[in-house]
């Protein structure tokens, strides 16, 4: 492949690293740096690097490596400081050093390899470097020229989050990693802070732009807000100055590109993707991107080829980072909900805010950290937090974990078959606390399928009536809980393996929803429902709830998620009526309400019941994360127990932003919001995750799907994984001989005992 001649644009740690390795590996190429700085001019001040990344650089280039070690400042620590009271957590293991220093270490080593760096030096356009090179290497930052000027090629996405920051220096080393909340009278702001030499600290602060604005920060200048800083945050600092070096209060931008090459022009670093400073990954990030860059060009036959191996390998670390970096992010921008958590709890969940330190490995990294945690929270001894109980009115759960509703679409006619007692009485068994019906019709009308189950006649009644007797029976103290729906304008359609969400072929049934709205191009359109058939539909829900009472079910949920009726009337997107159950917030969940209302009432007291939702539509104009809290907030004084927080599958064109646990923010900003009792769902796979999202205090209760699929005994097996044996678990009895992993065959090679001379 052909590549003698690489442009690079801007001369950031990635570009300079990427123009070393690209010379370093083909001595004859003519490399190109533009940067349109001086060579010591940065707006930064510490760099942290993992020590994976470090291990990138040593394997990719020793000398880099070997001169980075030598100025590299390491701790272990975090200290978090909050109302007085500071808890540190251990072993961490950082490394950092000055972002000067490392552009001095890089200038050399692109010089010694014979890299032509031009500084104080705008490169030609975009166009010409395409033209008279074979590489062009876009590192030129958040604020890309190379990527605006091809923007309908890279389609960039660049969003605006809700703090302002600044970047500041203090000449003195914090011996840890600093975390520190000020209360103010404006509102809440932190600091975050970190050495990188033995006698500076990066210190970064950041609040909410309301809470700027209040304090007056808008109306400083850049000496003015330093020494402002420097005063609200004077314990910290001992008393001591802060400095600036060009700093300017500034909005974090996420920035994201669909494409990441054109032709022979390639994103890299902050020009491809940014993520939040808070997980510390902007420079790492870069670097990384110029190892694989380099590997690919050498791996590779063609350059497109090269390009496109790059892209196909970064992305996913990529965007596994920005989901990480986006939660941390978003937990700062919302402090101000966990303030009033228990002192070690709120430490623990800014620790796991980003959910890649988890319950577990704080464990290995500071066992007496995470005990004193666990002790605040009430975890018995040796008793993993999911293994605790929860009540829920006059049901006692012995542990966190559900069983999520999931359609089986395995019945016939709205009877639940011995399928149904297999797939639940199986789950049951597993150990889960609760195990929840699918969503369980309460007329024929509103089924989503042929093959869903019911609850609208007494022989349905009977057959669920089999199912409960046999899970308090062989599996008592399971809990078994049924969801009640309507399938709005989203019935009538195939079974899913068939064709999710399409019409059947024949044999269709009318539809009803808030709307007259198809859910898709090509979907049967519903009728709007008038005052009389809402009636109806109210009655046709009590009808169910009594024959659910009597079949023995110990909760019952309410389902008004998923763009099936209730949730219909939720959404402004599909509730576009004019009468008293539309426009506002407030009338759009009257109905919902109403429906809640005259279950409640026929529902035993003693019971829970509780409601699931949709936070979010994930599309445009929909619910947002703001209008869950007010919604959650109106069932809760309307008598729920606890929130089923879910979200989107309201409209067909939403886009989610999918990644591991990525619904609970919206269960924790409920939680926070409302005091009501949440239950989190959504790709929560790992019992190490629901340990840690209940010890943060973001949900109460964890629901689990798909891992129940793939394991039925998935929280029996949790419990033998941990060592826990306590009440939060019970083995059936003719299970129990397998309570422990099976023996398998040894994979370790005997140690070598001797060492022996030539």
Known sequence: METSRIAIVGGGPGGLYAAALL???????????WERNAPDDTFG????????????????????????????????????????????SGGHGFAALGRRRLLQILHERCRTLGVELRFRSEAPHPDELARSHDLVVAADGVRSTIRDTYAADFRPRVTAHRCRYIWLAADFAFDAFRFEIAETEHGV???????????????????????WRSAGFADLDEAGSVERCAKIFAEAL????????????????????????????????????????????????????????????????????????????????????????????????????????????????LLTRSRRVTHDNLRLRDARFTGSVEREFGCPPGTPPMFTPFRLRGLTLRNRVVVSPMDMYSAVDGDPGDFHLVHLGARALGGAGLVMTEMVCVSAEGRITPGCTGLYTARQADCWKRITDFVHAQAPGTAIGVQLGHSGRKGSTKLMWEGMDEP??????????????????????????TRAQLTDIREQ????????????????????AHGYLLSGFLSPLTNRRTDAYG???????????????????VWPEEKPMTVRISATDWAEGGTTAEDAVDIARAFAAHGADAIDVSTGQVVADEHPEFGRSYQTPFADRIRHGTDIPVIAVGAISSWDDVNSLILAGRTDLCALARPHLYDPHWTLHAA????????????PVPYRAGSRRPQTGRTDAPKPRLTLGS
């Open 504 to 529: 059947l072929d024949d044999g269709n049934w009318p539809l009803a929803a808030a709307s007259a709205l198809p859910y898709k191009p090509g979907s049967q359109v519903p009728r709007e429902l």
């Open 541 to 560: 829900f009590v009808a169910a709830a009594v024959r659910a009472a009597r079949a023995g079910f110990d909760l019952l949920e309410l389902h008004c």
């Open 189 to 211: 702001m932190q600091l975050h802070a970190y050495p990188f030499a033995p006698d500076a600290s990066t210190v970064i602060v950041e609040m909410r732009e309301e809470v």
């Open 23 to 33: 010379k370093r590996l083909d001595p004859a190429r003519e490399i190109t740096v």
């Open 238 to 349: 001992g008393g001591r100055p802060l400095r600036s070096n060009k700093s300017a209060w500034t909005t974090f931008r996420t920035v994201t590109n669909e494409h990441w090459s054109r032709g022979n022009v390639v994103l890299l670093g902050d020009a491809a993707h940014t993520a939040h400073f808070s997980i510390g990954s902007g420079t790492k990030l870069a670097v990384e991107d110029a190892l694989a860059l380099a590997a690919c060009l050498e791996e590779q036959p063609s350059l497109d080829k090269a390009l496109a191996a790059y892209e196909e390998e970064r992305r996913p670390v990529v965007a596994s980072t920005q989901r990480a970096a986006r939660a941390s992010l978003e937990w700062f921008e919302n402090l101000g909900l966990y303030l009033d958590q228990p002192p070690r709890q709120f430490a623990f969940n």
């Open 45 to 88: 001040f510490g760099v942290v690097l993992s020590d994976e990344t470090l291990g990138g650089i040593e394997h990719a280039d020793p000398l880099v490596y070997e001169a980075l070690q030598k100025d590299f400042v390491r701790w272990d620590d975090i200290d978090i400081v909050h109302r007085g009271q500071q808890h540190t």
């Open 583 to 601: 426009g506002s917030p407030e009338k759009r969940l009257r109905f919902p309400l109403e429906v809640f209302d005259a279950v409640r009432a």
């Open 720 to 731: 033998a994984e941990q060592n826990y044996t306590g009440p939060g678990i019970s083995w």
